[in-house]
């Protein structure tokens, strides 16, 4: 397994982010984690990210835990490093160096790689992502859609095995959207993990063929996107749908349940 | 159109976005300084730490006004041929040193006993000591600002690693850059939200209850956000220690520069004695 979670729990300042969550995660999976706003997904994500640690309950990681004590040693936490890296939902705290190169040469540069490597490495990620023409602008001055790219640009450069996804679409437009996620779904080319925590059911069957449901940090459901996405009250209760007005045509209003974002 | 002022006083929103603005200006100013073709700017960082840092302990260790004097003009004179205009070190160096500096040395003109300067309620010992911690602080604050405006902030924290300065200073120095930039941006947001959903000119009541509530909500969200940065800086391998692509290397340039700079502080450590 890639990651098993026994019996987690989180909680901060009183809330219980994650609760007594059990579940597995096989290796080369595309992964889903459902829920709404507050549902517990971004805090996930930093648990088997190694960012976070719970108060009860543990992480393992290819069999093996990931703890706070673990993490500080450096024969783990470099070949974790390497192998599990994450974009977070707002690309401002991952822009953090004076330029977009530098940006992106942060992770490899940690990794301690051969500098000619990172220069190399670096252009070429840039290029593909089509930002090579942003290599010397200041990073917290890019737009939206461009921040998003040399965020993911700056955690791809280093060809995680298993990439973490907190939200990857969210304040995209349309276009960046659909080109974010055939990036996604081209990466690797289809041998690496993805887990995306979203609540966006529009692209749901081109990033996951895993999806877990949560509710208030507690596991719901658990099932392939079409068995999900065909489960119309589980959508309801854990709020992924709601009746939506609108009008079709020059016809009157009417309402039915409707898919947050994307194409939904 | 009772209600419309077409010159209407600009108020504490538009106020605090311009001085927001300028500030983040000032932020990224010395990136933009610090990549031109002034004399310091060719130096290696480490040479420009070492040297710089040895003549802040000189002046910091000088018994004669004379002495600070000299070095201040030197830093002034390495100001001008690093490309950093005058007014830059005036509005960002002296005027604040002054302020801070001042307040604290002012009780010292009128509390030290000793004689009357010009038959003024202020003692020349007074006037001494007074002296003596404003042009400190002035120098200092000089030689520091030359030092962030002609090189990289990355570069001088890689600087510091080298001379052993602790991790966990330069992750704190690192990330009160970080601090200092999203704090800005934040309260940027916030008040043109805030302008955004303003119709009316406040009243000064108004203004303060926003300034106070600003404050708090904005100090909670720079720290949430720092958090968040911290986090993605260690989720992508971040352990403390600075690497840089470039690596530092001395030219004959550099060699001299870095003499240069060991018999001016020696010198002027000997001198103020």
Known sequence: MLFELDHLTYRYEGVTAVDDLSLAIPEGSRVALLGANGSGKSTLLRLLDGLLFGQSGAVWFRGEEL?????????????????????????????????????????????????????????EILDRLRIAHLKDRVPHRLSGGEKKRVALASVLVLDPAVLLLDEPTASLDPRSQSELIDLLVEWGGGAKSVITATHDLGDLGDIADMCFVLDGGRLVAEGRPDDILGNQELLQRTNLVHAHRHRHGPGGLHSHPHLHGGSG | MSGVHPHKRRGLIENTLEGLHAAMERALYAEVSASRGGLLQRLDPRVKVAGLFSLVLAVALATKLWLIAAVLALAVVLACVSAIPLRVLASRAWIAALLFSGIIAAPALFLTPGTSLYGLPITMQGARTAGFLVLRAETAATLMLVLIYTTRWTHVLK???????????????????????????????????????????????????????????LLGKTLHLSGEVYLAMQARGFRGEVFLLEDFQMGKLDWLALGAFAVLASASIWAGR
């Open chain 2, 159 to 217: 600087a510091l690693r080298i001379f052993r300065v602790p991790v966990v200073v330069v992750v704190i120095l690192g990330m009160t850059c970080r601090y200092i930039l999203l704090m800005l941006e934040t309260a940027h947001e916030m008040f043109e939200s805030r302008k955004s959903r303003t119709v009316n000119a406040m009243t000064p009541a108004e203004q303060r209850r926003l300034a106070v509530a600003g404050s708090g909500v």
């Open chain 1, 67 to 123: 703890s706070e004590e673990h993490l500080a040693d450096d024969a783990f936490a470099f070949p974790f490093r390497r192998m599990v890296q994450m974009v977070f939902q707002n690309p401002d705290v991952q822009l953090f160096n004076p330029t977009v190169f530098d940006e992106v040469a942060f992770g490899p540069l940690q990794m301690r790689w051969p500098k000619n490597e990172i220069r190399e490495r670096t252009g």
